[in-house]
């Protein structure tokens, strides 16, 4: 399977311009081979964007989200929505079941190539550090995995890179390949090239961490996308400039991998 990681410029606020440069994206990246692409963090308001989350938030069958699903089905390319600011009201009116709680939420959504909904994320750790992210917004309550050619695809966003256990729990539901969707910005450089690498190593497992770029009021996005295989090894990487970072993932590498180290055979 052949995986793209969009990362593009995202502006605050700028919602038509940023899922325009999202679609123009996956579109490039269908016609070039990929058979998924992931986006990242709140790419249609900014995750930087505190005070417009509210004026923005939709319902998982919102504009935005329709718009990406419907371009999954007209390029024949899975497709992870990296994440949006989700109206959890809405989207229980429309029958999908959210949390128990009322508010917003940080949403990833996958979709398949037919581009119908195959797994909804909210992310869990919700980052407080000179952040209103805890504040404004309700933490998910449950894992995501779904089929995706022959690998099972997990989910988590940004933060939640530095909570291991969230990627055990991925790896006992199957997982060979996890997607990290993020808004990581400067000066933590060095913390977003070990962690994702590290989830991969420790998890014998490909992981995909797909940032953006762009400058908000108080931070910077960093980009250096990059996707590691199951020993860790990067197969590819971007700079902080908007790029799409390509790499084949194959299952039999990670079941190779395993075979071949078996670590995870001596959990205790």
Same mark, same amino acid.
């Given at each position: 399977?052949?995986?793209?990681?969009?990362?593009?410029?995202?502006?605050?606020?700028?919602?038509?311009?940023?899922?325009?440069?999202?679609?123009?994206?996956?579109?490039?990246?269908?016609?070039?081979?990929?058979?998924?692409?992931?986006?990242?963090?709140?790419?249609?308001?900014?995750?930087?964007?505190?005070?417009?989350?509210?004026?923005?938030?939709?319902?998982?069958?919102?504009?935005?989200?329709?718009?990406?699903?419907?371009?999954?089905?007209?390029?024949?390319?899975?497709?992870?929505?990296?994440?949006?600011?989700?109206?959890?009201?809405?989207?229980?009116?429309?029958?999908?079941?959210?949390?128990?709680?009322?508010?917003?939420?940080?949403?990833?959504?996958?979709?398949?190539?037919?581009?119908?909904?195959?797994?909804?994320?909210?992310?869990?750790?919700?980052?407080?550090?000179?952040?209103?992210?805890?504040?404004?917004?309700?933490?998910?309550?449950?894992?995501?995995?779904?089929?995706?050619?022959?690998?099972?695809? !997990?989910?988590?966003?940004?933060?939640?890179?530095?909570?291991?256990?969230?990627?055990?729990?991925?790896?006992?539901?199957?997982?060979?390949?996890?997607?990290?969707?993020?808004?990581?910005?400067?000066?933590?450089?060095?913390?977003?090239?070990?962690?994702?690498?590290?989830?991969?190593?420790?998890?014998?497992?490909?992981?995909?961490?797909?940032?953006?770029?762009?400058?908000?009021?108080?931070?910077?996005?960093? !980009?250096?996308?990059?996707?590691?295989?199951?020993?860790?090894?990067?197969?590819?990487?971007?700079?902080?400039?908007?790029?799409?970072?390509?790499?084949?993932?194959?299952?039999?590498?990670?079941?190779?991998?395993?075979?071949?180290?078996?670590?995870?055979?001596?959990?205790?």
């Amino acid at each position: 399977m052949r995986l793209a990681l969009a990362q593009i410029d995202v502006e605050a606020g700028r919602v038509e311009d940023n899922v325009d440069r999202a679609l123009s994206r996956i579109e490039t990246a269908a016609a070039d081979g990929a058979d998924l692409v992931a986006l990242p963090e709140i790419f249609d308001v900014g995750y930087f964007a505190f005070d417009l989350y509210d004026r923005n938030a939709e319902g998982l069958d919102g504009e935005t989200l329709s718009r990406v699903a419907d371009a999954a089905a007209e390029h024949e390319v899975a497709v992870l929505a990296g994440s949006v600011v989700e109206d959890l009201a809405a989207s229980r009116a429309s029958g999908i079941e959210t949390p128990a709680a009322e508010g917003l939420a940080n949403t990833a959504v996958l979709f398949d190539a037919a581009g119908e909904r195959r797994a909804i994320y909210r992310k869990h750790h919700l980052f407080g550090y000179e952040s209103a992210e805890s504040d404004l917004l309700v933490p998910g309550e449950s894992l995501a995995t779904a089929e995706v050619g022959d690998h099972v695809v !997990g989910v988590t966003t940004c933060y939640d890179l530095r909570f291991p256990e969230l990627y055990r729990d991925l790896v006992d539901a199957g997982a060979t390949l996890v997607l990290v969707p993020s808004a990581w910005p400067y000066p933590r450089v060095e913390h977003w090239r070990l962690l994702p690498r590290a989830r991969a190593v420790e998890n014998q497992c490909y992981v995909a961490a797909v940032n953006g770029v762009g400058v908000f009021e108080d931070a910077e996005l960093l !980009g250096r996308s990059a996707i590691y295989d199951p020993w860790g090894t990067t197969l590819a990487s971007a700079s902080d400039d908007p790029a799409t970072v390509t790499a084949p993932v194959e299952r039999d590498r990670v079941e190779s991998v395993r075979g071949e180290f078996p670590a995870l055979a001596d959990r205790r």
